[in-house]
Nanobody, 127 residues
Framework: QVQLVESGGGLVQPGNSLKLSCKASGVSFNNYVMAWFRQAPGKEREFLASIRWSARIVNYADSVEDRFSINRDDAKNIVYLQMDSLKPEDTAVYYC????????????????????WGQGTQVTVSS
């Protein structure tokens, strides 16, 4: 069974950086797409970035492409989200997600396209 465990959230001042981690286990992720979403209170869950495990194809939401970066560590089965120049509006619960049913050229961005989710980690950007 696929398990995703996020870590690295916390309180950070505006303009600073934070790096989230998602430890994945349970299956071979060679054909999986891994992604990061976030959800602020009263808002829908928002796609941020994805990476195809085998081909390192990455995809970003326009709103964060210049500040966020997704990467992975194959040996540790961990996907990272590096977040720079954080703003108060980045405050949200951040979720890791994965799917094994995306086609080789698909870049899924909708929550419904992902089958597995972590429990989320809170990120608060405030002075």
């Amino acid at each position: 069974q696929v398990q995703l465990v996020e870590s690295g959230g916390g309180l950070v001042q505006p303009g600073n950086s934070l790096k989230l981690s998602c430890k994945a286990s349970g299956v071979s992720f060679n054909n999986y797409v891994m992604a990061w979403f976030r959800q602020a209170p009263g808002k829908e869950r928002e796609f941020l970035a994805s990476i195809r495990w085998s081909a390192r194809i990455v995809n970003y939401a326009d709103s964060v492409e210049d500040r966020f970066s997704i990467n992975r560590d194959d040996a540790k089965n961990i996907v990272y989200l590096q977040m720079d120049s954080l703003k108060p509006e980045d405050t949200a619960v951040y979720y890791c997600a994965s799917t094994g049913r995306a086609g080789p050229w698909d870049t899924p961005r909708l929550p419904a396209e992902y089958d597995y989710w972590g429990q989320g980690t809170q990120v608060t950007v405030s002075s």
